[in-house]
């Protein structure tokens, strides 16, 4: 599913964030938030289905 998504969500200020690579082995690798600054992988989720648009 994470392939498919363009941008994922800062758990710190709940914002979505485009710069992120992803490893179908181990998630989420890098991840850095243009609002707060975050760029702990583990700090970031994928979108739900209501936050995706079609």
């Known amino acids: 599913m994470l392939d ?15 710069f992120f690579e992803y490893d179908a082995k181990k998630g989420i690798v890098s991840a850095f938030c243009d609002v707060c600054g975050n760029d702990d992988p583990i700090q970031f989720r994928p979108p739900s289905d209501d936050e995706i648009e079609e």
Not at 5 to 12: G, H, Q
Request: hydrophobic share 35%.
């Open 4 to 18: 498919k998504v363009d941008f994922i969500v800062c758990l710190n200020c709940d914002s979505p964030c485009y």
